[in-house]
C-alpha cells in the first residue's frame, strides 16, 4: 500500500500552522496543520459524554470542555513551535447555549442540539409565527435543535433563572471568553442558533422578540476572516508558541466536516457519517428559495451551505450493534455487500427525534414488516437502509437547488468503522459515493478556513480518498419504491402524531 503523503512531519511542515480544535458529540480532539492543510504530528483526544435523561436532557459541563481545551492545547502548542504557529482554529458541534453572569461564569449547563425538552414549545411558535416565512429568512425551520424553542422553554421553566443570564454564548464563545477575556460569534455558528437573517447576517428582531431577549444578550457577529486576539498576555506566558497567533472565530462542525472532506462548490455533496450525519453543499451567497425540509446557513458574505442534518447515524448503528445478536463479522459485512432483498425490514431510525427533512423533533424509531422469522442480520440491515434512505429524503430536496451536485464525498467514523454503508448509500442515492479517507475531516476543515486568511495565496494537498462506491443501477431501482413506502410510512405514522407535550 502507498504511503499517504498527506499526514506529515514536523521537520516537513510548511509555515505558518495551524492548532485546530473540535469539540465533537463524544470527544474533544484537536491537531496541528501546515499552510499545505496537512495534518502535522500526532493528535490529541480527550473523551466526553453528554449527559441524557428520559425526558429529553442532553447537556455537557462547559467547564469541562474548556479544561478538555486547555489539555488540548497545551499538549500541541510545544515551546519550541514558539513563531511557527500562526492561528487557532475551533469547531463545536451545533448548536449549542449557555447562560453566562455579568463575570462570565455559567449559570447553567451547556444544551446541546440533542435536547428535546423544547418540544412543547416548538408546537407554540408553529401557532404564533408563519413558519415559512421564519424559514426563509432565517434558513431553519422551527424545531428543538435551535435557540428559539429552547429559549422559549428555559423561561418558561425557570424564569428567574433565565432574568439572571446576562448573555447568551455558543459554546465556541464561551471557550473564547474564558481563553481570551472577550468574545465573539462566528457566522457559521450564529446562522447555527436559528436567530441570524441569513441574508444580512445580523440578528432577526422578529425571532430575538418572540426568544424575550435583545441583541446586548448576544455577541457580536463575525465572519471566518475576521480573527479575535487576548485581551492580556496571559495566554503568551502559559503558551509562548501561540504569541501573536490569530483566534478564530469558532465555526460549527458542519462547515469544518464540508470543507474538510472539499465539498467546497455546488457541483460536490459533502456527507458526513458521525454520531449524527449530514448531506451539505456550498452554494456562493444566499439561496432564492430554501426548500422545506432542509436548511440554509449563512457561512460568511459570499457564501452558504445547504443541506440537511440526520440525528442518528452512528448512533442506530451503535444501538442495532448492541442490541441485535449478529454472527461473526466477515458474515456481517457479506450480508451488507449482498443485493438487497423484500425480507429486510423498513426501518425509520429517528432513535432521538428527526430533523430534515420533517422536522419532527418528538419522532421515533419505527419498525416494519418485523415477523418472527426476521433474523438479527436482517433488522440490522434494516437499520443501515433507514439510515440511507433518510439521506436520500435530504438529496432529494438537495439537488432542487443544486442540480449540478453529481458526486458525493462521504467522511466520518461509521464511514471507517463500517465501510458497507458507503455502498448502500450509493445504491440509494443512485450517485457513486467516494470516501474521504483521512482521520478527524472537521479538524481538518477548521484549519483550512483558517488557512484562507493566513496563507491564501498556497494550494493545499488534497486528502487521501479511498475506492469509489459506484451504484448498481437495479438496487437503485429497488431503493427508489422503498422510499415511496418510507414515506407513505413516515406520513401515516410521523407526520400526523402530535408530540405528548403539545
Same mark, same amino acid.
Given at each position: 500500500?502507498?504511503?499517504?503523503?498527506?499526514?506529515?512531519?514536523?521537520?516537513?511542515?510548511?509555515?505558518?500552522?495551524?492548532?485546530?480544535?473540535?469539540?465533537?458529540?463524544?470527544?474533544?480532539?484537536?491537531?496541528?496543520?501546515?499552510?499545505?492543510?496537512?495534518?502535522?504530528?500526532?493528535?490529541?483526544?480527550?473523551?466526553?459524554?453528554?449527559?441524557?435523561?428520559?425526558?429529553?436532557?442532553?447537556?455537557?459541563?462547559?467547564?469541562?470542555? #474548556?479544561?478538555?481545551?486547555?489539555?488540548?492545547?497545551?499538549?500541541?502548542?510545544?515551546?519550541?513551535?514558539?513563531?511557527?504557529?500562526?492561528?487557532?482554529?475551533?469547531?463545536?458541534?451545533?448548536?449549542?447555549?449557555?447562560?453566562?453572569?455579568?463575570?462570565?461564569?455559567?449559570?447553567?449547563?451547556?444544551?446541546?442540539?440533542?435536547?428535546?425538552?423544547?418540544?412543547?414549545?416548538?408546537?407554540?411558535?408553529?401557532?404564533?409565527?408563519?413558519?415559512?416565512?421564519?424559514?426563509?429568512?432565517?434558513?431553519?425551520?422551527?424545531?428543538?435543535?435551535?435557540?428559539?424553542?429552547?429559549?422559549?422553554?428555559?423561561?418558561?421553566?425557570?424564569?428567574?433563572?433565565?432574568?439572571?443570564?446576562?448573555?447568551?454564548?455558543?459554546?465556541?464563545?464561551?471557550?473564547?471568553?474564558? #481563553?481570551?477575556?472577550?468574545?465573539?460569534?462566528?457566522?457559521?455558528?450564529?446562522?447555527?442558533?436559528?436567530?441570524?437573517?441569513?441574508?444580512?447576517?445580523?440578528?432577526?428582531?422578529?425571532?430575538?422578540? #418572540?426568544?424575550?431577549?435583545?441583541?446586548?444578550?448576544?455577541?457580536?457577529?463575525?465572519?471566518?476572516?475576521?480573527?479575535?486576539?487576548?485581551?492580556?498576555?496571559? #495566554?503568551?506566558?502559559?503558551?509562548?508558541?501561540?504569541?501573536?497567533?490569530?483566534?478564530?472565530?469558532?465555526?460549527?462542525?458542519?462547515?469544518?466536516?464540508?470543507?474538510?472532506?472539499?465539498?467546497?462548490?455546488?457541483?460536490?455533496?459533502?456527507?458526513?457519517?458521525?454520531?449524527?450525519?449530514?448531506?451539505?453543499?456550498?452554494?456562493?451567497?444566499?439561496?432564492?428559495?430554501?426548500?422545506?425540509?432542509?436548511?440554509?446557513?449563512?457561512?460568511?458574505?459570499?457564501?452558504?451551505?445547504?443541506?440537511?442534518?440526520?440525528?442518528?447515524?452512528?448512533?442506530?448503528?451503535?444501538?442495532?450493534?448492541?442490541?441485535?445478536?449478529?454472527?461473526?463479522?466477515?458474515?456481517?459485512?457479506?450480508?451488507?455487500?449482498?443485493?438487497?432483498?423484500?425480507?429486510?425490514?423498513?426501518?425509520?431510525?429517528?432513535?432521538?427525534?428527526?430533523?430534515?427533512?420533517?422536522?419532527?423533533?418528538?419522532?421515533?424509531?419505527?419498525?416494519?414488516?418485523?415477523?418472527?422469522?426476521?433474523?438479527?442480520?436482517?433488522?440490522?440491515?434494516?437499520?443501515?437502509?433507514?439510515?440511507?434512505?433518510?439521506?436520500?429524503?435530504?438529496?432529494?430536496?438537495?439537488?432542487?437547488?443544486?442540480?449540478?451536485?453529481?458526486?458525493?464525498?462521504?467522511?466520518?467514523?461509521?464511514?471507517?468503522?463500517?465501510?458497507?454503508?458507503?455502498?448502500?448509500?450509493?445504491?440509494?442515492?443512485?450517485?457513486?459515493?467516494?470516501?474521504?479517507?483521512?482521520?478527524?475531516?472537521?479538524?481538518?476543515?477548521?484549519?483550512?478556513?483558517?488557512?484562507?486568511?493566513?496563507?491564501?495565496?498556497?494550494?493545499?494537498?488534497?486528502?487521501?480518498?479511498?475506492?469509489?462506491?459506484?451504484?448498481?443501477?437495479?438496487?437503485?431501482?429497488?431503493?427508489?419504491?422503498?422510499?415511496?413506502?418510507?414515506?407513505?410510512?413516515?406520513?401515516?405514522?410521523?407526520?400526523?402524531?402530535?408530540?405528548?407535550?403539545?
Amino acid at each position: 500500500m502507498a504511503r499517504s503523503i498527506f499526514q506529515i512531519e514536523l521537520a516537513k511542515a510548511v509555515d505558518p500552522l495551524v492548532l485546530a480544535v473540535d469539540i465533537g458529540s463524544t470527544a474533544s480532539r484537536g491537531s496541528l496543520h501546515d499552510a499545505h492543510g496537512r495534518p502535522v504530528g500526532q493528535r490529541v483526544k480527550v473523551p466526553h459524554a453528554f449527559s441524557t435523561a428520559g425526558d429529553g436532557t442532553s447537556t455537557i459541563d462547559p467547564d469541562q470542555v #474548556l479544561a478538555e481545551v486547555i489539555e488540548i492545547i497545551d499538549g500541541l502548542a510545544a515551546k519550541e513551535l514558539k513563531g511557527r504557529i500562526g492561528g487557532v482554529a475551533l469547531d463545536t458541534f451545533a448548536s449549542s447555549v449557555i447562560g453566562v453572569d455579568r463575570k462570565g461564569l455559567a449559570l447553567t449547563p451547556c444544551y446541546t442540539y440533542a435536547d428535546t425538552r423544547s418540544a412543547q414549545q416548538v408546537a407554540e411558535l408553529r401557532r404564533v409565527v408563519d413558519e415559512d416565512a421564519v424559514h426563509d429568512r432565517i434558513g431553519v425551520r422551527l424545531h428543538a435543535s435551535y435557540l428559539p424553542a429552547r429559549l422559549r422553554w428555559l423561561s418558561a421553566t425557570d424564569p428567574l433563572l433565565f432574568d439572571r443570564v446576562d448573555r447568551w454564548l455558543s459554546l465556541g464563545e464561551y471557550l473564547h471568553l474564558h #481563553l481570551l477575556g472577550r468574545t465573539a460569534v462566528g457566522t457559521s455558528t450564529a446562522s447555527w442558533s436559528g436567530l441570524l437573517d441569513r441574508r444580512t447576517g445580523k440578528w432577526d428582531a422578529e425571532m430575538l422578540t #418572540l426568544c424575550g431577549i435583545s441583541t446586548s444578550h448576544l455577541s457580536s457577529v463575525r465572519d471566518p476572516d475576521r480573527p479575535l486576539s487576548a485581551t492580556d498576555n496571559r #495566554l503568551d506566558q502559559r503558551w509562548p508558541a501561540l504569541r501573536g497567533a490569530k483566534w478564530f472565530p469558532a465555526i460549527s462542525d458542519g462547515l469544518g466536516a464540508s470543507v474538510g472532506a472539499g465539498a467546497t462548490d455546488s457541483r460536490t455533496i459533502g456527507a458526513s457519517a458521525a454520531t449524527t450525519g449530514a448531506l451539505r453543499v456550498m452554494v456562493s451567497g444566499p439561496v432564492d428559495q430554501v426548500p422545506s425540509g432542509l436548511w440554509c446557513y449563512r457561512v460568511d458574505r459570499n457564501r452558504s451551505l445547504l443541506g440537511g442534518a440526520v440525528n442518528d447515524v452512528g448512533r442506530a448503528v451503535t444501538w442495532a450493534t448492541n442490541t441485535l445478536a449478529l454472527p461473526d463479522e466477515p458474515l456481517v459485512s457479506r450480508a451488507l455487500l449482498a443485493d438487497p432483498t423484500e425480507d429486510t425490514p423498513l426501518v425509520l431510525p429517528f432513535f432521538t427525534g428527526e430533523r430534515s427533512t420533517g422536522w419532527a423533533a418528538h419522532a421515533t424509531a419505527l419498525m416494519s414488516g418485523v415477523r418472527i422469522s426476521t433474523e438479527p442480520m436482517q433488522l440490522y440491515r434494516g437499520v443501515l437502509e433507514g439510515v440511507g434512505l433518510t439521506y436520500r429524503r435530504i438529496g432529494d430536496q438537495l439537488v432542487t437547488r443544486a442540480p449540478g451536485a453529481v458526486r458525493i464525498l462521504a467522511q466520518g467514523r461509521v464511514t471507517q468503522d463500517r465501510p458497507e454503508i458507503l455502498q448502500i448509500l450509493a445504491d440509494v442515492m443512485g450517485r457513486p459515493v467516494a470516501p474521504v479517507t483521512i482521520k478527524r475531516a472537521t479538524l481538518h476543515g477548521s484549519a483550512l478556513l483558517a488557512l484562507e486568511t493566513l496563507a491564501p495565496n498556497l494550494d493545499r494537498t488534497p486528502p487521501d480518498m479511498g475506492t469509489v462506491f459506484e451504484p448498481h443501477p437495479r438496487r437503485t431501482a429497488y431503493y427508489t419504491e422503498r422510499m415511496g413506502r418510507f414515506n407513505e410510512l413516515y406520513d401515516k405514522v410521523i407526520a400526523d402524531s402530535t408530540p405528548a407535550t403539545s
